[in-house]
Structure formats: structure tokens, C-alpha cells
């Protein structure tokens, strides 16, 4: 049996949330069939989820700096129903009409506040090429009417624009509107652990 690469990226929060995700994600996706997340960081999501939706396929994505990290997950896992990553950054990829409807899912966790705003409207934009149907999941924190939910998320937030000035938890109603323009129905806010939410969409 092959060794185990136990240097490869590695996060703590993947591991703390990834089942509560799950737990929603599998009736969220319960009849869907190719998914594509945004923001793969390690690919840790990716190998967790795609092995118990096994009637899907999950394709990973990233900054290309991220793709040796995400394959080494998937290598270790052999999880058959993960695609290796494609190099899709949001900034300069998308919209992207040609790719967004091969797929009747997106996820994307954490990746709202590291996004420049103007990129999260136009990330919500191009969902407008989604099908009729599919589901969009959407995991992080948020600030609803203005307040953050918690002190730490007020902290974090702090710690997020010191570290780049673009960065920082978005308003709740900000993506609402976007996701709403863009002809998504919002299906579900779930309350998760550590102060995140889980948003579910459905494309109209
Ligand atoms: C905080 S990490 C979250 C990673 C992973 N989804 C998780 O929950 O652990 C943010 C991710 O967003 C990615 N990211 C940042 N800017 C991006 C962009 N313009 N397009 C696509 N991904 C981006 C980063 O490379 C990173 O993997």
C-alpha cells in the first residue's frame, strides 16, 4: 500500500466543519450530479464530501497555486468521483458561461471575505448561466443588517482587513441581492457551528 503524504496543506476548520456541511449539503445536492466548487483551498471539502455523494462528481477548482495541494488530497484519498482541479480564478475566468452550465451545483466555502467585493458581485453574477434547477451552497460568515453575529466573527473581520484592506465578512443582504439579480431563490440560511452560515440557493 502506498504511504500516506502527511505534508500536504492541512486545515483544522475543514476538519471541525465538514461534517455539519455535509449534513446539509447531501439533501441539498441529493439529486444533483456535477458539482463545481470555487475556492478548493487544500481539497479537503472535496475528498470529505464527493466519497459519500457518490452519485455525483465534485470538480475541484482553485488558484492555480493551490492545484499541488488539492491533487495531493485527492491522490491519498482516491476519492474516483473528485476531478483534479481546474485553474479558475474568479477574477479573471468569470463569468464564464461555457462552464458554469455543465454543472447543477456550485459550492464555495471561505471564500466570500477573501474575494475583493467586486469580485463576489461578479462571482454571483455568473450564476446567472446556471440551469434551471440547480443548486448553489455558499458557506461562511456574514453580517445581517449591518451586525456581525458574534464578537469574534467582529474580531476576525478586523483581522481579515488588516491583513488585505479588500478583505472582510460581507452583508447578508449585499449577496442576497446579487444572488437574487441573478435569478437564484434563496432556499435556506442554516445557523452552523462557529458563527458561519450555510446559504442554499435554487436557480429559478
Ligand atoms: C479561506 S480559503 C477557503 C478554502 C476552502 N474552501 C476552505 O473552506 O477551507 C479561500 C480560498 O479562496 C481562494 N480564492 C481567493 N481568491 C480567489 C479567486 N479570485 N478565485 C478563486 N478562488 C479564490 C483561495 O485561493 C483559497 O483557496
Redesign the pocket.
Known amino acids: 500500500m502506498a504511504e500516506l503524504d502527511n505534508d500536504k496543506p492541512f486545515?483544522q476548520?475543514?476538519e471541525n466543519n465538514q461534517e455539519p456541511i455535509f449534513n446539509i449539503l447531501k439533501d441539498a445536492f441529493a439529486d444533483k450530479t456535477s458539482i463545481l466548487e470555487?475556492?478548493?483551498?487544500?481539497g479537503q471539502?472535496a475528498v470529505y464530501m464527493a466519497p459519500r455523494m457518490t452519485h455525483l462528481q465534485w470538480q475541484t477548482s482553485?488558484?492555480s497555486e493551490?492545484a499541488n495541494g488539492i491533487n495531493r488530497w485527492i491522490n491519498d484519498e482516491q476519492a474516483v468521483n473528485v476531478l483534479r482541479p481546474l485553474e479558475?480564478?474568479?477574477?479573471k475566468h468569470w463569468p464564464n458561461p461555457d462552464l458554469v452550465s455543465n454543472f447543477d451545483g456550485l459550492y464555495s466555502?471561505?471564500?466570500c471575505h477573501?474575494?475583493p467585493w467586486e469580485?463576489v458581485q461578479s462571482f454571483l453574477a455568473g450564476m446567472e448561466s446556471m440551469q434551471e434547477g440547480s443548486r448553489v451552497a455558499i458557506y461562511g460568515p456574514f453580517k445581517y443588517g449591518g451586525e456581525y453575529t458574534s464578537e469574534s466573527n467582529e474580531r476576525f473581520d478586523h483581522w481579515l482587513k488588516a491583513q488585505e484592506a479588500h478583505r472582510g465578512i460581507r452583508d447578508f443582504e449585499a449577496v442576497a441581492e446579487m444572488a437574487n439579480k441573478s435569478g437564484l431563490e434563496l432556499l435556506d440560511d442554516h445557523k452552523m457551528p462557529a458563527n458561519n452560515q450555510l446559504l442554499i440557493w435554487q436557480k429559478r
Request: hydrophobic share 40%; net charge negative.
Open positions: 486545515s476548520a475543514c470555487v475556492g478548493s483551498g487544500t471539502h482553485d488558484l493551490n479558475l480564478d474568479i477574477a466555502a471561505n471564500t477573501i474575494m469580485t
